[in-house]
Every structure is written in structure tokens, then in C-alpha cells.
């Protein structure tokens, strides 16, 4: 099955950190730019970050600006999101998925190989 396996999403107090691993399944990472998205309770999708396949981010949320960091290990298949400086409203699940393109990823077109996500909770 072609889809991505997310992971390290935990409970953590406002001001901690964490890193989230995305793992490809059934396909190979370096020929995809790949995004970050994230899910709050009763709130829509939205992205969060976007990596392309020459290692240029595209920050999505202006609220994670200095705070969320995107990389990518194409030779372990994984792209990872280390989170820093919680806030509570950070929770959610948090999904990746793969696009042809940047651009697509930051438009949120034709993403695919969606995972079933990691949940985050910030709160004290």
C-alpha cells in the first residue's frame, strides 16, 4: 500500500518540544516535494509546511514561523517535523503527503499517499 506512516505525536506541556517522523511506504521519497498538515479539533486541514525535492521550504502557517522546522532523509525514506516552543493551539493530528510539485504542496492540489496522521496535545 502507497501511503505514508506518521509517528511521535504525544502529549507535551505548552513551551516543549517534539519531532514527528513521516516514513514512505511502497514508494520512494526524493521524487515528490512533501508537505506537513495538520488538523485541530473542529477545524479544517490546513498546511503547515512544504519541502521540495531540492530541499526548499515553503512555510504554509504563519504561526509556526520560527517555531517548526522541515527536513527531509531521502536515503531513509523520511521526512521529519521537529516542533518547538508549543502552544496549545498546535493540537491536532498532524498528516504528510506527497505532491509532484511545490507548488501543488502549497496549494494543497493533488496531494496523495496520506497517512491515518500522529495526534499532538499541548496542555498543561
Known amino acids: 500500500q502507497l501511503q505514508f506512516v506518521e509517528s511521535g505525536g504525544d502529549l507535551v506541556q505548552p513551551g516543549g518540544s517534539l519531532r514527528l517522523s513521516c516514513v514512505a511506504s511502497?514508494?520512494?521519497?526524493?521524487?515528490?516535494?512533501i508537505g506537513w498538515f495538520r488538523q485541530a479539533p473542529g477545524k479544517e486541514r490546513e498546511g503547515v509546511l512544504c519541502?521540495?525535492?531540492?530541499?526548499?521550504?515553503?512555510n504554509i502557517a504563519d504561526s509556526v514561523k520560527g517555531r517548526f522546522i522541515i527536513t527531509r532523509d531521502n536515503t531513509k525514506n523520511t521526512v521529519y517535523l521537529q516542533m518547538n516552543s508549543l502552544r496549545p493551539e498546535d493540537t491536532g493530528v498532524y498528516y504528510c503527503?506527497?505532491?509532484?510539485?511545490?507548488?501543488?504542496?502549497?496549494?494543497?492540489?493533488?496531494?496523495?499517499?496520506w497517512g491515518e496522521g500522529t495526534l499532538v496535545t499541548v496542555s498543561s
Open positions: 503527503a506527497a505532491a509532484p510539485v511545490q507548488a501543488m504542496c502549497i496549494k494543497r492540489v493533488g496531494m496523495k499517499y
Open positions: 511502497g514508494f520512494t521519497l526524493d521524487s515528490y516535494a
Open positions: 519541502i521540495s525535492r531540492s530541499d526548499y521550504i515553503t
